[in-house]
């Protein structure tokens, strides 16, 4: 076909801009935006960003999340853009693994994955649980070292991926926290949740400290993929009792997303 020929054809409008939808998303952060956000990012109306992500979403390229209304690459982009990530292929499997959970013990949980020397909140269940002080935390980012997430992934990674990341936060710290106690005392409490099956939080995170929280990993192969927690007010219960009533249930949560990946 000459390029005489090509130019002939009428320029599909509504297919451009279909387009220019995808490379936003494929562009934002973490692979996901706002109505609002792609409008910015493409110039479009917001009524027409509606219509087409509405259009994406029939043809099963982007999903809308539940947890703040955001809209999400999904796996059936893969075989037109890289822009679909390990740790969004996860988000997309734990949503509804996370909304079982929810149903069986109410208090809130979020799926958060590693994102440079924190951990990233890509999913979550604090929309909608009636127990919930938190109406938005999806982006949110939670520090290593004094979250149940956080710890969790540090204990069950790797040595190697450990013993980095803690030199990279010594780094950008000038040194870790007094409260962890230095490096021997904060690998004590690493074998500890090795051991114990879960990491915890008992409300040292500084701008939460009337919550407390248990979290447990969800492996990829030898690696974390991510974390799940379950966050409670501290004085509903002691970390035992949420240990006792609810880890049970947290770590077969785990195994669901798990076994997804191990299908593949």
């Not at 490379?23 to 960003?49: F, Y």
């Not at 500084?206 to 993929?225: H, L, S």
Request: charged content about 25%; glycine content about 6%; aromatic content about 6%.
């Amino acid at each position: 076909m000459t390029a005489q020929n090509t130019a002939a054809y009428k320029h599909v409008q509504g297919l451009s801009r279909g387009l220019a939808i995808l490379r936003a998303l494929n562009r934002a952060e973490g692979n996901w935006a706002s109505i609002r956000e792609l409008s910015d990012a493409t110039g479009l109306h917001r009524t027409t960003v509606r219509r087409l992500l509405e259009t994406l979403q029939a043809e099963g390229l982007v999903r809308r999340s539940a947890s703040d209304d955001s809209y999400r690459l999904t796996l059936e982009v893969r075989a037109l853009s890289e822009g679909f990530t390990d740790d969004e292929w996860i988000s997309q499997v734990a949503s509804p693994v996370l909304g079982e959970l929810l149903q069986k013990v109410v208090w809130p949980s979020d799926l958060s994955t590693l994102d440079g020397l924190s951990m990233l909140i890509r999913e979550t269940t604090h929309r909608f649980s009636p127990l919930s002080f938190h109406g938005a935390m999806v982006r949110r980012r939670l520090p290593l070292l004094t979250t149940a997430a956080g710890r969790a992934y540090l204990a069950f990674c790797p040595d190697a991926e450990r013993e980095d990341l803690l030199a990279k936060l010594e780094a950008a710290f000038g040194g870790l926290p007094e409260s962890t106690g230095g490096r021997t005392a904060l690998r004590k409490m690493l074998e500890k949740c090795r051991a114990d099956g879960c990491a915890c939080n008992f409300g040292e995170w500084e701008t939460e400290q009337k919550f407390i929280a248990i979290a447990v990993p969800v492996f990829r192969g030898q690696r974390v993929a991510g974390c799940i927690n379950i966050v409670m007010l501290k004085h509903a219960a002691s970390i035992e009792q949420a240990i006792e009533r609810h880890l049970e249930t947290l770590q077969a949560s785990a195994r669901k997303i798990e076994l997804y990946f191990n299908d593949k």
